[in-house]
């Protein structure tokens, strides 16, 4: 799962949404440097990561995309599943996308002092952007991809697996909605055990 997957399965906390954030710019064990509602965040984001790497909606779209991307395929897949969220959003959030996205931006603000400086450079970056809501866009998608690939340790043109996304849309889209619908119901589960 990537950003958007990961605020929205944090449930309405903005300690929690931080959390969920944080997993992806924070690691190694978790020492109480934080908050515990953060904490409790960054444990659900590793929980999901988990959940959906096993998930065989997920291992399914990792197979439809072949073999010569078995390697990269789960980080596209990771960017393509946030389109396919911010392309559904009302079948999974009450609040309009831009509106989810602004709240988060101005929660994360406030918590500042918890926020290390990569993860704050992405905020200000995706707030000024618009990052989440143009997930929509299959443009945005395409350049994710290209910065992404041009960060990996040995750079990659990720972005030419965009046509087999595009391709395969419809099965795609299945996929996440099988596997979103389990998350969903798992990180609800995970946040009431941790008392959210």
Known sequence: MNYLAHLVLSGPDPDWQLGGL??????????????????????????????????????????????QWR???GIALD??????????????????????AADCWSNFRQRQQWIPENAQAFIQRAEQF??????????????????????LRR???????????QEDSDALAQDFY?????LSQQAALFRQQYGQ
């Open 79 to 100: 960017i393509w599943f946030d389109h396919a969220l911010a392309s559904q959003w009302s079948n999974w959030h009450p609040q309009p996308l831009e509106t989810f």
């Open 155 to 165: 750079p990659q043109p990720l972005a030419d697996i965009l046509p087999l996304l």
């Open 22 to 67: 944080l997993g992806d710019f924070v690691k190694g064990p978790l020492k109480g440097e934080r908050p515990p509602a953060i904490e409790d965040g960054m444990r659900l984001h590793r929980r999901i990561d988990l959940l959906s790497d096993q998930h065989p909606a997920y291992k399914s779209a990792l197979a439809r995309l072949g073999p």
């Open 178 to 182: 099988s596997l979103f619908t389990e």
């Open 130 to 151: 618009k990052l989440l809501p143009g997930y929509r866009e299959v443009e945005i998608i395409q350049r994710t991809l290209e910065r992404v690939g041009m960060r």
């Open 71 to 73: 390697r990269l395929g």
